[in-house]
């Protein structure tokens, strides 16, 4: 058998009221907060400050897909505490997530971080401890030490990606989801069942990934289901966050793959919420991954089922959760969505995927 490892050093708390723990985590330290200002935050910001001291500073100007100008206000905000925080902590979905890693990174000095984005200079020091509590489940950003930042007036995605950006700890408190809109639940869930796919169809994928993605898979699949029909279904809301777990434990090890590279541009040109832009094609590149390595296929059989008849039935499942399934819904023509595909079997993310180009289907499976 080949060797592996496995490492991902963040403390997981899971559970309906796990954030009201948050205070102890944090203990005398001088604290960033990192979330955003809409009213759904309002209570969870509450009962987070109502058992410790009060922040030191709130940045909570963050806008969705955090942009390097976004970022240069909020340091700019936050120069006057910078030098004196001691723990960030995240609460929110992945810009915020992605927003506190860019902060903690840089001790909330922008010029070092988007220097060090463009190669030009290494980061001295450690980056500050992040406490991440998420409030969708999907990104798994609260498990993963990289954080996506674009560019848009160059149209660039950057990525940050360092050991010390692993959260120190993180709080996975279903009921902070349960108000979410289905747009939201959708978009975020269908974001984990991309990550799940994406780290069993993956060249650094190991007994330990897969094992938590086949798991993951299966439980963001039913989970969507019943909020589909049902979004005040509290149990489904655990298992939606459960699987996003799981996906995000898969995924922290293996990177993620095809889709994602595909989905990248898609967002930056056409504003498609990323967890759509990452789940629209799955059946596609799914098909392009069977048959290929015998571990990918076992595990894929054990979400799917038969193999023969797998891309379909995701297909079909995208589909009755109102995912459109050609890339023309999204604005995208012929010969841009040929560059696209190009461009991600190319692309780092495009490497990570044990699947063959020739196998991906040239019309979408509808
Ligand atoms: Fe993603």
Avoid at 260 to 265: G, M, Q
């Amino acid at each position: 058998m080949s060797q592996w490892r496995y490492h991902n050093p963040v403390a997981v708390h899971f559970g309906t009221g796990v954030i009201d723990q948050v205070a102890e985590q944090i203990g005398p330290r001088k604290w960033l907060l990192v979330t955003q200002a809409q009213a759904p935050f309002a209570p969870m910001r509450e009962r987070l400050t109502a058992r410790t001291h009060a922040p030191l500073a709130i940045a909570d100007a963050i806008a969705p897909n955090p942009s390097l100008a976004m970022l240069q206000g909020l340091c700019n905000q936050l120069r006057p505490e910078a030098n004196d925080i001691e723990v960030i902590v995240a609460l929110g979905g992945g810009s915020v997530m992605d927003t506190a890693k860019f902060l903690a990174a840089g001790h909330c000095d922008y010029m070092s971080v988007a220097c060090y984005l463009d190669g030009l200079v290494k980061l001295s020091g450690k980056s500050l401890p992040i406490i991440a509590i998420p409030t969708t489940a999907g990104t798994g950003s609260e498990l993963t030490k990289w954080a996506t930042i674009w560019d848009p007036d160059q149209g660039r995605k950057l990525s940050l990606n360092r050991d010390d950006l692993y959260a120190e700890a993180a709080f996975i408190d279903p009921d902070l989801t349960a108000s979410l809109p289905w747009a939201l639940t959708l978009a975020s869930g269908l974001d984990a069942l991309s990550h799940a796919l994406e780290s069993i169809w993956n060249r650094n994928a190991t007994p330990v990934t897969r094992g938590f993605a086949v798991t993951a898979a299966g439980d963001v699949l039913k989970a969507l289901a019943r909020l589909h029909v049902n979004l005040e279904d509290r149990d489904a809301r655990c298992l939606l966050a459960r699987g996003a777990m799981g996906a995000g434990l898969a995924f922290s090890n293996t990177q993620t793959a095809l889709a994602h590279n595909i989905s990248y541009p898609i967002t930056l040109k056409h504003g498609v919420a990323h967890g759509i832009a990452a789940s629209f094609c799955l059946p596609e590149v799914m098909t392009a991954a069977i048959g290929v390595d015998v571990e990918c296929d076992v595990a894929l059989r054990a979400v799917f089922g038969d193999l023969d008849s797998a891309a379909q039935a995701l297909r079909r499942v995208l589909s009755d959760l109102g995912v459109a399934g050609t890339p023309q819904a999204y604005g995208i023509g012929e010969e841009e969505w040929r560059r696209i595909l190009a461009d991600a079997f190319d692309g780092p993310r495009g490497r990570n995927f044990n699947g063959v180009p020739a196998k991906f289907p040239s019309e979408p499976i509808l």
